[in-house]
């Protein structure tokens, strides 16, 4: 079965510190997507970043970037000088499969 | 704004009863997918709608019924609804398949 799994249900980071979320998969297949999103309380899905398997360079959005490794099926986020407004839920995704999430505090 | 529109926001009804929930995909997207979030849970994937055609079932209950029409919007049908089924329904698309998704901002559905 292709699963995600998130193994921290909640995290907590300090204004302006770097955090980073991890996320797992499992997969049969050489080429496919990898994603991130991000639930605010407003309950919007926001994406966060995206990662296509077969580019060895991680993928970066600004103050967000990830470590994709392939062979290990780990596809963590880092968030970089946090600001409050990322307090959040994160998700990580593979195809139509979702993790259960991480909750993101940014303490002031 | 993700460029993909729900309708309704919201929705009250009763158990027992039948609803429909709408989703118009953004411009282009050929790919439509629908998901249910219960408070605090993860997303479960219902179905996947490419071009008019069914691409792939999730844990869609026999209750739960989809379609994609030749415009492209899409409609969930919930009927013999039940407490369970209170939950906020999301409707994504995509261009292609795989790819992207962009979600919509939800339908919250309140069985009472």
Redesign the interface.
Known sequence: AQTVTQSQPEMSVQEAETVTLSCTYDTSESDYYLFWYKQPPSRQMILVIRQEAYKQQNATENRFSVNFQKAAKSFSLKISDSQLGDAAMYFCAYDMRFGAGTRLTVKP | DSGVTQTPKHLITATGQRVTLRCSPRSGDLSV?W?Q?SLD???Q?LI?YYNGEER?K?NILERFSAQQFPDLHSELNLSSLELGDSA?Y?C?SSRRD??????G??TRLTVL
């Open positions: 997918y998901y979030q849970q993860g997303l994937f996947q792939a999730g906020l999301f994504a795989p790819d992207t998704q962009y979600f901002p939800g």
